[in-house]
């Protein structure tokens, strides 16, 4: 069956604009996850829904900032006036439910702001 | 605020030869995760550990969990080159006072040669 599917795969922006990134979740899941992942280092939170609410926005970096999911399905992450630090990689993951479920990462959006 | 550490962050071993991976946590939680990252690629979920010594085995490596100690270990058995990759493993926020998003380790980059 499909996965979680994002795009674009690749987005270079200069510093100042505002992006867009798009996450279509495993049909049926209910929970979805946005991470930032570095250079070298492990996945970082950002935000979690459960159906269209956010439920926990608190790895969110700054106001800059924001996530939407407005029908329960595929998730916007939408960041304004981006800066250089805001490159990295952005996951994408949705599991069935929320709680102790398998989450399943997308291929992620590798985000270069130059 | 909840820690995820591993170690060794780097390790390179021969073929045939077994090794553990350490993960320790600093909150007190009973969901734990190992992920599987080849370069360029997304998260691959390998074991979900839901429970006090929890133990699961898939093919050459082995995962288990100690919750009163913190501490999960990805023990590898015989290595093969194919299971180079970096490895991390992530606790549920939810432990540590969030919702259900997971916060991982830096992640232990493990090259095996031939």
């Known amino acids: 069956g499909a996965g979680v599917s994002q795009t674009p795969s690749n987005k270079v922006t200069e510093k100042g604009k505002y992006v867009e990134l798009r996450c279509d979740p495993i049909s049926g899941h209910t929970a979805l996850y946005w991470y930032r992942q570095s250079l070298g280092q492990g996945p970082e939170f950002l935000i979690y829904?459960?159906?269209?609410?956010?439920?926990?926005d608190s790895g969110l970096p700054n106001d800059r900032f924001f996530a939407v999911r407005p029908e329960g399905s595929v998730s916007t992450l939408k960041i304004q006036r981006t800066e250089r630090g805001d490159s990295a990689v952005y996951l994408c993951?949705?599991?069935?439910?929320?709680?102790?479920?398998?989450?399943?990462f997308g291929p992620g959006t590798r985000l270069t702001v130059t | 605020e909840l820690k995820v550490e591993q170690n060794p962050l780097f390790l390179s071993m021969q073929e045939g030869k077994n090794y553990t991976i350490y993960c320790n946590y600093s909150t007190t939680s009973d969901r734990l995760y190992w992920y599987r990252q080849d370069p360029g690629k997304s998260l691959e979920s390998l074991f979900v550990?839901?429970?006090n010594g929890a133990v699961k085995q898939e093919g050459r490596l082995m995962a288990s969990l100690d919750t009163k100690a913190r501490l999960s270990t990805l023990h590898i058995t015989a290595a093969v080159h194919d299971l180079s990759a970096t490895y991390f493993c992530a606790v549920d926020n939810a432990w540590g006072g969030g919702a259900d998003g997971l916060t991982f380790g830096k992640g232990t980059h493990l090259i095996i040669q031939p």
């Open positions: 993951a949705s599991s069935l439910f929320g709680g102790p479920h398998e989450q399943y």
């Open positions: 550990l839901l429970s």
């Open positions: 829904f459960q159906g269209t609410g956010a439920a926990d």
